[in-house]
């Protein structure tokens, strides 16, 4: 499916925020509402390996393949590269001293984690640190079911 066939399609509208409330579980809330963090090493896609995609918690838009994972070590689902750049968008981050880059869903506008250039040189310098918390993992055999079926050609 072309591109622009899919984005008429699917549109990925942001709920209300008592639609998120009721939806959400209060960490989830809290990472992808209140720019919170969770914990490193607590999320259950941490150490996820199975073929699929990642999607927003919140609106479901694509973020991330599992072809892009790897263990950075650091606690949090890490990626080298998003599945769709245009559903991600780029806000410089000045909290906790630091200077960073958040990175937030586009139509969901839910806090994803942070963007460095620490990433594997050979995959183009980058890691997405993402909070497992403001992920849905949706396995390579339910793509098509769910909704993602364009994306079954990356893992051939």
């Not at 549109?11 to 963090?37: D, F, G, M, R």
């Not at 958040?102 to 594997?120: A, Y």
Request: with cysteine; proline share 6%.
């Amino acid at each position: 499916m072309k591109r622009e066939e899919r984005s008429e399609k699917q549109h990925y509208i942001k709920p209300t925020k008592e639609e998120i409330a009721k939806k959400l579980t209060p960490l989830q809330y809290k990472v992808t509402q209140e720019c919170a963090t969770e914990k490193p090493y607590s999320s259950e896609y941490n150490l996820n390996n199975e073929a699929g995609i990642y999607v927003d918690i919140v609106t479901g838009e694509p973020l991330f393949s599992s072809l892009d994972k790897y263990d950075a070590g650091c606690g949090w689902p890490s990626f080298t590269k998003p599945l769709e750049k245009e559903n991600l968008v780029n806000r410089r981050d000045l909290s906790h001293g630091m200077i960073r880059t958040e990175v937030k869903s586009k139509h969901g506008d839910s806090h994803l984690g942070h963007v460095f250039n620490d990433g594997p040189p050979d995959k183009g310098g980058v890691r997405y640190c993402i909070n497992g918390a403001s992920l849905r993992f949706i396995p390579i055999n339910d793509l098509i079911e769910e909704g993602y079926g364009e994306y079954l050609q990356l893992f051939k």
